[in-house]
């Protein structure tokens, strides 16, 4: 089970973290977990994942702004997000896939899903 938190209201040049807790996965992996969404008119996108093991990718969009980090103890997955922009609007979900590490931001590579939270960026 997958949940998210921290959304909402931002206006362009702001900052949001976003949150997912993680049920389920064994604390020392291997897992992948990623960040997705989906912007009004736009099929959804990957935007960042890490796997147990620290290592991360980023989508261009986002590279240089948006920084992924997990707490394991937690199993928690952040995303924070700086300079945002009206077009990084959306419903921001968290994935994840055992059994597996190596991070991706293909949404076909992972199993569970969250429900998502709303991300809006005024200009």
């Known amino acids: 089970q997958l949940t998210e938190s921290g959304g909402g209201s931002v206006q362009t040049g702001g900052s949001l973290r976003v949150s997912c807790i993680v049920s389920?996965?064994?604390?020392?992996?291997?897992?992948?977990l990623g960040w997705f969404r989906r912007s009004p008119g736009k099929e959804r996108e990957g935007i960042a994942s890490?796997?147990?093991?620290?290592?991360?990718i980023y989508a261009d969009s986002v590279r240089g702004r948006f920084t992924i980090s997990q707490d394991k103890a937690k199993v928690t997955v952040f995303l924070q997000l700086d300079s945002l922009k009206p077009e990084d609007s959306g419903m921001y979900f968290c994935?994840?896939?055992?059994?597996?590490?190596?991070?991706?931001?293909?949404?076909?590579?992972?199993?569970?899903w969250g429900q998502g939270t709303q991300i809006t960026v005024s200009s």
């Open positions: 994935a994840a896939k055992e059994n597996t590490a190596i991070p991706s931001i293909n949404e076909y590579l992972y199993d569970f």
């Open positions: 389920g996965l064994p604390q020392n992996g291997p897992y992948r």
């Open positions: 890490i796997d147990n093991y620290e290592s991360s």
